[in-house]
């Protein structure tokens, strides 16, 4: 079965940057569109940006716009999430996630993906 395994939060001060990596493992990486959500305390979970399983369509939520980049590695089984110019309002546990899609677009939907990863913290102060 997928495991996904994910690392690279922190705590940081606003404008910084961080970059989250996902281990895939179990499956074909480069047959499933891969995505990153994060969910704030007493808040819903949310798709923040996935990428399709080739890695040339991707979408992104209006708040991280400009500032997020989904990325993806197959040959070494890796899913990526640049953050910069993070905000407060960024604070929240990022999860990594595989679709359920096969198609050639990133999903937009969250019940487009059937599986997450334990989630690793990102904190932003001010």
């Known amino acids: 079965q997928v495991q996904l395994v994910e690392s690279g939060g922190g705590l940081v001060q606003a404008g910084a940057s961080l970059r989250l990596s996902c281990a895939v493992s179990?499956?074909?990486?480069?047959?499933?569109?891969m995505g990153w959500f994060r969910q704030a305390p007493g808040k819903d979970r949310e798709l923040v940006a996935s990428?399709?399983?080739?890695?040339?369509?991707?979408y992104y939520v209006d708040s991280v716009k400009g500032r997020f980049t989904i990325s993806r590695d197959n040959a070494k089984n890796t899913l990526y999430l640049q953050m910069n110019s993070l905000k407060p309002e960024d604070t929240a546990v990022y999860y990594c996630?595989?679709?359920?899609?096969?198609?050639?677009?990133?999903?937009?939907?969250?019940?487009?993906?059937?599986?997450w990863g334990q989630g690793t913290q990102v904190t932003v102060s001010t």
């Open positions: 990428i399709n399983r080739s890695g040339d369509n991707t």
């Open positions: 996630a595989v679709a359920r899609t096969i198609g050639p677009i990133a999903p937009t939907q969250q019940a487009d993906f059937t599986s």
């Open positions: 179990g499956r074909t990486f480069s047959g499933r569109a």
